[in-house]
């Protein structure tokens, strides 16, 4: 265009200058970053052709250039170009018409005119561009209100201000109470319009408080599935926070009708407030959550403050993490068996298998028991290197005494719930089991029944691909948990373990107890499982249990959780002898 507007005289400077910009340009995104240097150099071009241009070709030779140089400034900014077009064609059109012909004027404004309107339009779909980029990055798909990332930056930011201003932020961390019921029993899609819906809720609520000022004082975010978190900034007094919290409550409260479906929601929230002063926005977060945290264990739906009991809990929780760290690292752990017995046709105990269950004695865990270590370890995400530990050093130890155990023995290993998300896990246990050639048939992974509250296809699936392994499976805790008695079909579930609790009842006066094992048992014997009591304490429990044709028994009354050194002497030695009198134990 240039060419055929102005002429055979331009064309070896055009094409010459074009060629240096484009080759600055390619140099630049070859080294893929925006270099002083290369800018400078770039600058330096320009500046040397708009010089080289003039001396040969006097000042006509500069009027190709302006359309270039607003193109640069497009790179930048809109506005900035278009200031600098009209200054140019401005600077441009006086100096033509004082110089030169005034045709060469209307020659000149067509190109111009065209680089324009080209670059007004590149820059426009850039800017749309990155525009939607940074929507995507930084907006919640679902509820178009922020995602974590972006909400703990414009947090970080609130902090900031906070330690000039003499303000208060407070973070509301709401967790929706019992939301997966929603999913599992309306589908996902119900469930997807109840978190927009809540959503809506929210950010309605906050706009009728008067407390906190301007929209750009607060901020919504869903950070996880059923979670949402709204900060605002600029609260003025204590007393505020708390009516904020209440009408958040409330407007969850509020009846919710999603395609003719009436929905109460619940939300358990937790707050935290500060001054600003030497925090960051994680550790909001994490003081809020923790508050929701406590909402949850009493009885959900309701607000809690963040206080120093709260910190204490998280501190003992952060050392306990580390504890466990350490633990792994320097090989503390150990485990324990605890046998499991059937009764013979002549009602005599006999060993039937054993449950592994670990143990730590150093100081790095405080003398703590794993009731108390292992929830930490979930949360921490140490629970995959504990199961792995327990099942390798079980499978090793069994190996060697394989030859020793009674037949149909059952090795119970308890694993994390978490495991059924963790898609390597089966293929691990599978592994470790060829490494110590272990029987897979003996051996059976504990799962406690209440990570099974939801009928998840996937965990399903999952569980599947485990017993296609040839791995047994049983429920742990059984009847703690709500398993819907019908669900249990699905459930592809080896045998049942009646929480110790609903055995400790039997010796009780209360018969209702007495009816829940009773209803555990038949629903055994009606989906074809075993039944394993635990917890067994007194013989008449015992007693009890036998005359209800439970199948295997666990518990202190029976044996104690003991050594592997002890388990083997007194329970497996004694099994290789060739007679059974070693593990027969009249009751
Ligand atoms: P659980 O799976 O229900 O394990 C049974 C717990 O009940 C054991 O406590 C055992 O010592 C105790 N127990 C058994 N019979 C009786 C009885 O007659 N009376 C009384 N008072 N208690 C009895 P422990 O070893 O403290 O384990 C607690 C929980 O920690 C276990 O509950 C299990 O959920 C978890 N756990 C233990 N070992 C492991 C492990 O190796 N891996 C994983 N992931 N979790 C484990
Ligand atoms: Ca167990
Ligand atoms: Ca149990």
């Excluded at 324009?116 to 798909?141: G, P, V």
């Excluded at 119900?190 to 004082?217: F, Y």
């Excluded at 896990?425 to 029944?449: C, G, H």
């Excluded at 040839?470 to 742990?476: K, P």
């Amino acid at each position: 265009i240039y060419h055929y507007f102005f002429g055979n005289n331009y064309i070896y400077m055009t094409t010459s200058s074009a060629a240096v910009f484009l080759l600055v340009i390619i140099v630049v995104r070859l080294f893929g970053k925006d270099s002083a240097f290369l800018r400078t150099a770039a600058l330096a071009a320009i500046v040397i052709t708009i010089y080289s241009t003039c001396y040969f070709l006097g000042i006509r030779g500069t009027t190709w250039l302006f359309p270039l140089v607003i193109g640069l400034f497009f790179n930048y900014s809109k506005k900035c170009a278009l200031i600098m077009s009209t200054i140019l064609v401005f600077i441009g059109l006086m100096l033509a018409t004082h110089t030169v012909e005034t045709e060469l004027v209307v020659r000149m404004l067509f190109p111009l005119g065209l680089t324009i309107s080209f670059a007004y339009l590149y820059r426009a779909t850039i800017e749309k561009e990155q525009y939607l980029l940074e929507k995507e990055a930084n907006e919640d798909y679902l509820t178009g209100i922020r995602n974590r990332r972006s909400f703990q930056g414009w947090l970080q930011r609130a902090i900031s201000y906070l330690e000039k201003d003499n303000y208060l932020l407070a973070v509301f961390y709401l967790d929706i109470d019992d939301f997966k019921m929603i999913n599992d029993t309306y589908g996902h899609d119900v469930g997807d319009l109840v978190l927009r819906e809540i959503s809506k809720r929210l950010v309605g609520s906050m706009r009728q408080t008067d407390l906190v000022g301007r929209a750009d004082k607060h901020q919504f975010a869903r950070i996880a599935g059923d979670e949402f978190v709204i900060a605002a900034s600029h609260i003025e007094h204590q007393q505020s926070v708390d009516i904020i919290a209440q009408r958040l409550l409330a407007s969850i409260n509020a009846p919710l009708n999603i395609d003719g479906v009436e929905l109460k929601l619940s939300t358990s929230i937790g707050v935290t407030i500060s001054d600003g002063h030497n925090v960051s926005a994680e550790e909001l977060l994490r003081e809020a959550d923790a508050a929701m945290y406590r909402s949850k264990e009493q009885g959900k739906n309701r607000v809690t403050y963040f206080d120093e009991e709260i910190a204490r809990q998280i501190k003992q929780k952060q050392l306990i993490a580390k504890g466990i760290e350490e633990a792994l690292r320097k090989e503390e752990f150990f485990l324990n068996f605890m046998p499991i017995f059937k009764l013979d046709p002549q009602q005599q105990k006999v060993l039937a298998g054993a449950e592994v269950l670990i143990r730590c004695q150093s100081d790095s865990l405080m003398g703590l028991g794993p009731d108390q270590y292992i929830p930490v370890a979930e949360e921490c995400g140490a629970i995959k290197d504990i199961d792995l530990y327990v099942i390798r050093r079980s499978f090793q130890l069994l190996s060697s005494v394989q030859e020793m155990l009674p037949k149909d023995f059952i090795l119970a290993i308890n694993i994390s719930s978490k495991e059924l998300y963790n898609d390597e896990f089966p293929q691990q246990l599978d592994s470790l089991a060829t490494e110590y050639n272990i029987k897979r048939s003996m051996v059976e992974l504990e799962i406690t029944e209440t990570s099974l509250v939801a009928c998840d296809d996937k965990i399903i699936a999952m569980l599947q691909t485990i017993k296609n392994k040839g791995f047994n499976l049983s429920l742990d805790d059984f009847g703690t948990g709500y398993t819907a008695f019908s669900q249990l079909q699905h459930y592809p579930v080896d045998t049942l373990k009646i929480d110790r609790s609903f055995v400790w009842n039997i010796d009780d006066a209360n018969q209702n107890q007495e009816t829940m094992v009773d209803v555990i048992l038949s629903l055994a014997k009606l989906y074809e499982v075993k039944i394993v009591a635990e917890g067994v304490e007194t013989q008449s429990q015992l007693d009890y249990l036998a005359r209800s044709n439970c199948d295997y028994f666990q518990g202190f009354f029976l044996a104690k959780p003991m050594p592997w050194e002890t388990f083997k002497s007194d329970y497996l030695k004694s099994n290789l002898a060739g007679s059974d009198l070693g593990f027969l134990h009249s009751y």
